[in-house]
């Protein structure tokens, strides 16, 4: 069957319900082996020859089933998930442009709305289960130890839904990608006894530590105050990641290590900021608040940046090593703020996309170089020479 044919069929099986479970992987062969007996699973690219590439562009629908003659047939995802999991089973991709992405995916009831100030069970990431209150905002929900009041809880929520809008709009994926079964689609900041440091976070369910948060609420004096919920904002981006599963799309273009440290600190460091910034917190006061009140505990990005322009190293320089207690994301989260101050919000969606849409194309960054020119590769197709003299004049990244 054409090329084109195969690809509405995986569309249309791409179509899954809104609050679905997730049974996991489509097994390939053996629908193949229904449909057709004999043939075998295969990846054909845009000129319908097979192909080993997963990762291209509408990859997710190149999938067919090869028949001994060499012959192709379009495959039925669909079919091949009502076998494994029912007929109410659909098969769904969840990156288009990653062809092992899908995975079957069944209509389920939606959850019981669960009213502000609900107690609800938790397991934080230390394992351990607690009670916590639950205030839930438009696309994210609060969890403290202590009831709100009705001020204080719409307050929270404006803050963490407003560092959500930001996190959805510039990971240029789906996200949240972890979220309380209570409530699903839904990103989540809990108060918790324990976790993984003063806040843990992967993929929009974040934590902060009860010591921190108290702390910060008592030097910032409220729950409606900004840095208050600093740790939070910082968690909901965080995420492991490698080189074969990375955190976000745009990860293999921004950072060779193994585990993409660099910019599994940068990017969520970048987000927290431009949000702090959307919610009313300059730079300027930002870091006026670190010097006198002692919270946020560090300088922000803008401070960060100066250093390292203060300095002779050119910006892949500074992204290969730490200097003098200077952590390297730093350089690439204050660059990618500035781009955001200098640009505006909507050319850093599309400048992040620009990034995603490189790394699908070329794969894993092999250098520090090579980021580098990424770089510069992404402010060409999204601000032109404008953003790309930018780049080179004021952050030294060179080709």
């Known amino acids: 069957m054409h090329n084109k044919s195969g690809a509405l069929l995986l569309a249309l099986a791409a179509m899954a319900p809104l609050t679905a479970k997730n049974h996991g992987g489509v097994n390939l062969n053996a629908q193949c082996a229904r449909q057709a007996p004999g043939s075998r699973a295969v990846m054909v690219d845009d000129a319908n020859k097979v192909t080993k590439q997963n ?12 028949l001994k ?36 995916v069944s209509a389920e009831a939606p959850p019981p709305v669960i009213a502000a100030g609900t107690l609800v069970d938790y397991k934080n990431y230390k394992g351990q289960n607690e009670k916590l209150y639950a205030y839930p905002g438009t696309r994210s929900v609060i969890l403290v130890p202590t009831p709100l009041s009705p001020a204080e809880a719409a307050a929270a929520n404006r803050l963490i839904d407003s560092c ?36 843990c976070g992967a993929g ?80 300027a006061a930002y870091e006026q608040s670190y010097k006198t009140a002692g919270y946020p505990r560090g300088p922000g990005v803008v ?12 910006f892949t320089q ?10 390297r994301g730093w350089a690439l989260s204050s660059m990618l703020f500035d781009l955001y101050q200098q640009f505006g919000y909507e050319r850093m969606q599309a400048f992040m996309g620009n990034l995603a849409a490189i ?41």
């Open 359 to 399: 790394a699908t194309e070329s794969g894993q960054v092999k250098s520090h170089a090579q980021v580098s020119k990424n770089l510069l590769e992404a402010a060409r197709r999204t601000g032109g020479e404008a953003m790309v003299s930018y780049l080179r004049g004021t952050w030294r990244v060179a080709d």
């Open 164 to 199: 959500s809008a930001v996190f959805a709009d510039m990971s240029v994926s789906r996200w949240p990608y972890n979220t309380l079964p209570q409530f699903p689609g839904k990103s989540s900041v809990a108060v918790v006894k324990a976790t993984c440091g003063a806040g």
């Open 303 to 314: 401070e960060y940046g100066r250093r390292y322009r203060e300095t002779a190293r050119s």
């Open 318 to 327: 500074a992204l290969e090593k730490d200097f003098n207690g200077y952590y």
């Open 55 to 66: 990762s291209a562009p509408n990859r997710a629908y190149s999938w067919r089933c090869q």
């Open 204 to 283: 929009g369910r974040a934590e902060i530590q009860t010591k921190e948060f108290n702390d910060a609420h008592k030097r910032m004096g409220s729950l409606e105050n900004v840095p208050t919920w600093q740790v939070g904002y910082y968690e909901l981006g965080r995420g492991g990641s490698s080189h074969k599963n990375p955190g976000f799309v745009f990860y293999p273009a921004l950072d060779p290590s193994a585990g993409h440290d660099v910019v599994a600190s940068a990017f969520p460091e970048f987000v927290m900021s431009v949000c702090v910034d959307r919610l009313g917190v300059t730079p």
């Open 69 to 104: 003659d060499g012959s192709l047939q379009s495959m039925n995802l669909n079919a091949a998930c009502a076998a494994q999991h029912g007929a109410t089973a659909k098969a769904e991709a969840f990156d288009k442009n990653d062809a092992y992405s899908w995975k079957c």
